[in-house]
């Protein structure tokens, strides 16, 4: 719209809009929000229409740009109008932020600096507050500053944000000659001199943002303005370049040394990120800067993904998103590369992660390795390296991890350029598969390395089946990361432990490793476990299919590569037997040893599980998983004759006897009537000193003719609280305790259940802290307690208070409206010795094991233990049940009318919505 245009559109206000400030807001505010809605719903069109999103945020820029024109004329012009104008009345609007960039989301931030000449005056003060109010009155967000020249000046020499700012401001309306100046004198007095600092700043700031927002460029909720590899960091090259070499264009840049790859892959991020952000902007109305799972379908869809080749439209653009994210990443290192090359950057610490070496003035490489140099105590390559010998590809990383130093990104860029060369002659090659093998199972850390040779593409091109799963998200609440940064973590955790760094976490892991005769298959198991990931077949078969084939190239004896194999096909089987199946019945732990066999594979299959749940996301592995492993452990070590073996009467005796001197006050008579209460199987799992706290209560509570008792205790370092009720036993138990937890918004990790032979049961229900402070947790737990007892005394119905106080879950919400899970319900007499085994899987929701257990009892079926499991979104639930004869299940129509009932619990109507 021209100066004319913006007369004629003011002149339609008439003259008594422009009396005051208040009727000239209340006259021009609702047609510049007309504007405003029309030229945004315009803007969607075209980024639908059009799939460019730089040109998106440029049109949104230039329509803000035109909203704040007619402003400024309608004020400036007409309403403060000077005709003779002093020189303190003079003032330029200046856009700032992205907005600066000439660059705008849908929802963004309006950022604005009003330059003065000097201190403001009324009539720049009346001038500001009125288009700040107009604006307001928009509904726009404004960020805003009053400087003078000397105040921008001064304040941008202490405040690199500030200095950012001005860095990116540009010229909108007023007095373009204060702009000018300020311009001149930022260049002239700051930018000259600091470009050393600005640029270690910046890159500092980048850290500490990546740190907050999360580590990981393949977090599967990436933040898209903030996170690793999204917009920001691209800002921060674009204030760096800037900075340095006073242009942000891509033409002047390639003159200055910059790849006109490089420059091509700048753009084509730019775009990419800027488009799935506006598409963010305008699915949900306003700004909204993480893809968070419930976004994630909305804009592959808006984007035009189609599900192919295994994967959804949501998986393939999440994996476009995360290719995206790796190139940014590489575009960083490039520019510190070219940064660094001319003087600009410090010198680079060494890795965090690897300890510096002493090193001595001679070429520590050796004179084998003449096409490689210490460049800045990072590893580089001369010219023409790769071209002459492929070899060498493998070779910068295997020198790497040998040598305990950083790759210099100039070789990384390098690398990733002539990546795509590698061929079918490389991976043969005994000598490349060597030096990977080493690379893979090194003491020093293999994690950074391989991480490296990831990024720089060339662990995808040397194992075709690992770039498969590069940037592969799965779609679901438990998987925190991609496949391929899983299984590189999975990696580091090993590590880790081998090295003692987990060792208080992992006593049992840490210790029995340097036990193992297989160390290189541990590794090359934990690389190979999930990348069958993303296939239409089970990926534990796949991935031990895949295994059977690279494991004898990457030059792993037979014994070897049986072992992985047989990893890989039964990764997640001690996992699942020990969340998921009662440690306590013999059956179990049979069943376990049988596919087992050996104390080798014990050994490596539990410290590949430990890695396996770290290496998930954080907060996935808890204390409580970790003794539930322990246990599992060491039940099998004796079955396999690897650990103390004792005959079952034995150990019974022996835990009678270790209680007995535990309770010197009690006679024998009082203890053997006790003693004699319990079951076999109580004897056989439950800990002495659990038992010691059994025998204290059962005799306290009797003591005072009480029928019920509950307490309470917290466990810090399993990150659980444990509650324990005594009470007769009754079918309905269960579904009380699981009633008062779910009313009060606990988190069931686990339940024990035991019943004495006259009938009285000890339950141990095992639930989530919520609170860090013990004395928090407490209180809550003892609130769970208190109406535990109340319930099994009858003093409140269970039912009416679960239904008064269920808590509302945005979570549960969210995965509801997410994602599609389909129940199963699966009966298994061949689980268990003396019950039937109900394994329900499907949709979490608060209150699900309530409905569970209460369906259960209304099925008229005892639940001698409950074992609960969540993977994210997915509960998995098995319940080791008898009906009231204390018989298994075994009629077929009986477990029909239970499979029925129990799959009614997932298409009850609340849990649709």
Not at 748 to 758: G, L, P, Q, Y
């Amino acid at each position: 719209m021209s100066v004319f245009q913006i007369d004629e559109f003011l002149d339609t206000l008439g003259e008594e809009a422009f009396m005051d400030a208040n009727s000239l807001r209340k006259a021009l505010a609702p047609k510049l929000k007309d504007m405003l809605q029309s030229g945004h719903a315009e803007a969607e069109r075209f980024l639908i229409r059009k799939k460019n999103g730089i040109a998106c945020a440029q049109r949104l820029s230039a329509q803000m740009d035109q909203i704040i024109h007619i402003a400024y004329v309608a004020i400036v012009e007409r309403l403060y109008k000077r005709a003779n104008p002093s020189s303190s009345e003079r003032l330029a609007i200046v856009a700032t932020g992205g907005y600066g960039r000439d660059t705008l989301a849908p929802g963004s931030d309006v950022d604005l600096l009003f330059l003065l000449p000097y201190k403001q005056t009324d009539w720049s003060e009346g001038i500001i507050e009125t288009m700040l109010y107009l604006l307001w009155d928009l509904k726009l967000k404004v960020g805003h500053a009053t400087r003078s020249v000397d105040d921008c000046i001064n304040e941008a020499k202490g405040d690199i944000t500030i200095r950012t700012s001005l860095l990116e401001a540009r010229f909108l309306f007023g007095n373009k000659e204060l702009f000018e100046e300020m311009e001149s004198r930022f260049q002239a007095d700051i930018v000259r001199s600091t470009a050393a600092e600005f640029v270690e700043a910046k890159l500092k700031e980048r850290d500490e943002r990546i740190v907050r927002v999360g580590a990981s460029r393949y977090l599967v909720e990436p933040n898209v303005k903030d996170g690793k590899g999204g917009l920001r960091d691209l800002h921060t090259l674009f204030w760096i370049v800037k900075y340095v070499y006073g242009t942000a264009d891509m033409e002047e840049l390639i003159k200055l040394g910059m790849m006109e790859e490089e420059a091509r892959i700048a753009e084509r991020c730019t775009e990419f990120l800027w488009r799935v952000r506006c598409h963010m902007h305008f699915a949900v109305g306003r700004a909204e800067e993480r893809l968070t799972f419930d976004l994630q379908p909305i804009i592959a869809k808006r984007m035009g993904y189609k599900g192919r080749s295994g994967l959804s439209s949501v998986e393939r653009f999440m994996k476009a998103y995360f290719l995206i994210a790796k190139d940014v990443g590489d575009l960083t290192a490039a520019l510190c590369a070219i940064l660094e090359s001319q003087q600009t950057k410090k010198k680079p610490l060494l890795n965090r992660i690897v300890a510096p070496l002493k090193r001595r003035k001679k070429n520590i490489l050796g004179e084998d390795d003449l096409d490689f140099v210490v460049d800045n105590d990072r590893i580089n390559v001369i010219s023409g390296a790769f071209s002459r010998d492929q070899m060498n590809l493998i070779k910068l990383f295997w020198l790497s991890s040998r040598h305990n130093l950083p790759i210099h990104p100039d070789a990384k860029r390098q690398a990733s350029v002539h990546a795509k060369e590698i061929g079918p002659a490389l991976r043969r090659s005994k000598e490349a598969n060597r030096l990977f093998l080493d690379i893979l199972t090194s003491k020093n850390f293999p994690e950074v390395v391989l991480r490296a040779m990831n990024e720089a593409g060339v662990l995808g091109r040397f194992v075709p089946e690992f770039s498969r799963v590069v940037a592969m998200m799965q779609f679901n609440m438990y998987h925190h990361y991609t496949v391929d940064e899983h299984l590189l973590r999975c990696i580091g955790v090993i590590s880790e432990i081998e090295h003692g760094k987990l060792g208080h976490e992992h006593p049992v892991a840490h210790s029995i490793f340097k036990t193992l005769h297989h160390r290189r298959a541990l590794y090359v198991a934990a690389f190979l476990h999930d990348i069958a990931k993303g296939r239409p077949e089970d990926h534990s078969e796949g991935g031990a299919r895949i295994a059977q084939k690279l494991c004898p190239r990457f030059g792993l004896s037979p014994s070897e590569t049986d072992t992985v194999v047989w990893l890989v096909r039964y990764h997640l089987l001690m996992s699942d037997t020990a969340q998921r199946r009662d440690l306590s019945d013999p059956m179990t732990i049979k069943n376990f040893a049988s596919v087992v066999q050996t104390m080798e594979r014990l050994r490596l299959l539990l410290i590949l599980t430990v890695a396996d749940i770290k290496a998930v996301g954080h907060g996935v592995w808890t204390g409580w998983k970790g003794e539930l492993l322990r246990s599992l452990y060491y039940e099998t070590e004796i079955a396999l004759g690897g650990g103390e073996t004792m005959k079952i009467g034995q150990r019974i005796d022996a835990a009678r006897r270790t209680l007995r001197d535990a309770l010197p006050e009690w006679s024998e008579d009082n203890f053997k009537i006790y003693a004699d209460r319990h079951s076999k199987a109580y004897w056989t799992t439950v800990e002495p000193a659990r038992q010691v706290k059994h025998a204290l209560m059962m005799s306290a509570m009797e003591e005072r003719g009480d029928t019920v008792l509950t307490t309470v205790e917290t466990d810090h370092f399993r990150g659980v609280t444990e509650l324990f009720v005594i009470s007769p036993d009754h079918p309905r138990l269960l579904t009380i305790i699981t009633g008062a937890c779910t009313a009060a918004g606990a988190n069931i990790v686990d339940a024990k259940i035991f019943t004495t032979n006259d009938g009285t049961a000890l339950d141990t229900i095992v639930i989530s802290r919520a609170f860090d402070r013990d004395e928090d947790e407490m209180r809550r737990g003892q609130r769970i307690a208190q109406t535990i007892e109340k319930g099994l005394k009858g003093q409140v119905r269970i039912a009416d208070f679960v239904k008064s106080r269920k808590p509302s879950s945005h979570k549960a919400a969210q995965a509801a409206k997410t994602f599609r899970l389909g129940a199963e319900v699966v009966i298994d007499n061949a689980l268990a010795s003396r019950q039937t085994v109900l394994e329900v899987s499907g949709l979490d929701r608060p209150g699900l094991l309530y409905d569970l257990t209460s369906t259960i009892g209304r099925l008229n079926l005892n639940i001698a233990s409950a074992h609960i499991a969540t993977y994210g979104e997915k509960a998995v639930d098995a319940f080791y049940v008898t009906d009231l004869l204390g018989t298994k299940i075994v009629h077929p129509s009986r477990q029909n009318t239970i499979r029925k009932a129990l799959m009614e619990v997932f298409a009850d109507e609340h849990y649709k919505k």
